[in-house]
Nanobody, 119 residues
């Protein structure tokens, strides 16, 4: 059974940085695709970034391109989301998710971590 546990959220000011972590267990993830999503109050969940666990090009939403970086640490089975130059509109609950390939939907999700950016 896949388990994803996010951490690293918090309350920061605009312009600050945060690094979110997603610790994965329960599978061999080497061929999986990992994603970060977020959901702000009253809004639908939206895609933030994704990357294949075994490397390859990362993909970003336009709203975070140039500010956020997704990466993996295979030794730790952990996916990171480095968030720089945070804006109040980045405030949301951030979720990590995994899928077996880019051709299927994300199936397993973490519980989320809150990120709040004050102006």
């Amino acid at each position: 059974q896949v388990q994803l546990v996010e951490s690293g959220g918090g309350l920061v000011q605009a312009g600050d940085s945060l690094r979110l972590s997603c610790a994965a267990s329960g599978r061999t993830f080497s061929s999986y695709n990992m994603g970060w999503f977020r959901q702000a109050p009253g809004k639908e969940r939206e895609f933030v970034a994704s990357i294949n666990w075994n490397g390859g090009r990362a993909i970003y939403a336009d709203s975070v391109k140039g500010r956020f970086t997704i990466s993996t640490d295979n030794a730790k089975n952990t996916v990171y989301l480095q968030m720089n130059s945070l804006k109040p509109e980045d405030t949301a609950v951030y979720y990590c998710a995994t899928r077996t390939s880019v051709f299927v939907s994300y199936r397993d999700w973490g519980q989320g971590t809150q990120v709040t950016v004050s102006s």
